[in-house]
């Protein structure tokens, strides 16, 4: 057998430690509720849910366009990249935070995934949204 070198006492007190990715992501979700509960409306950033992956980490978003408040389906790129992509997961029925590009080929992407408990304060500072944002794809059908 080969020789332990990630166990021990070291190894344990870090089990349940934070990684940057996850930080950053909380971060950027906190900093949009702060400014919904401002009443202030972030330009080119939307709230969307993905309601199917079609590979090759592509997925399609479900978010509204507030002039119209339009429905809009958009395949978009969907993994997070970088060193701790593993711990921030985007899968279906997840809520997500949209960035709009610019960019022709590739007009928005996901920027971070909001948690059960920033799924819960989006409910109580933004009650005008949606509803269908929020249902199980298994309701929806």
């Known amino acids: 057998m080969p020789r332990n070198i990630t166990g021990g006492s070291a190894h344990r007190s870090q089990r349940n430690s934070?990684?940057?990715k996850e930080k950053k992501n909380r971060g950027l979700v906190d900093s949009l509720l702060d400014d919904y509960s401002n009443n202030e409306n972030p330009e080119g950033v939307f709230?969307?849910?993905v309601l199917k992956r079609m590979g090759n980490a592509r997925m399609d978003?479900?978010?509204f366009d507030p002039p119209g408040m339009k429905q809009k389906i958009i395949p978009l790129r969907g993994g997070l990249t970088g060193k701790g992509k593993k711990d921030v997961w985007v899968d279906?029925?997840?809520i997500v935070m949209i960035h709009g590009t610019?960019?022709?080929n590739a007009s928005h992407e996901i920027v971070a995934v909001f948690s059960d408990a920033q799924v819960r304060y989006l409910k109580k500072v933004r009650p005008d949204m949606d509803g269908r944002l929020f249902m199980k794809s298994d309701m929806l059908s």
Request: aromatic share 6%; hydrophobic share 35%; glycine share 14%.
């Open 18 to 20: 934070e990684s940057s």
């Open 47 to 49: 709230v969307g849910r």
């Open 61 to 63: 978003v479900l978010y």
């Open 92 to 94: 279906t029925d997840s």
């Open 102 to 104: 610019g960019l022709a």
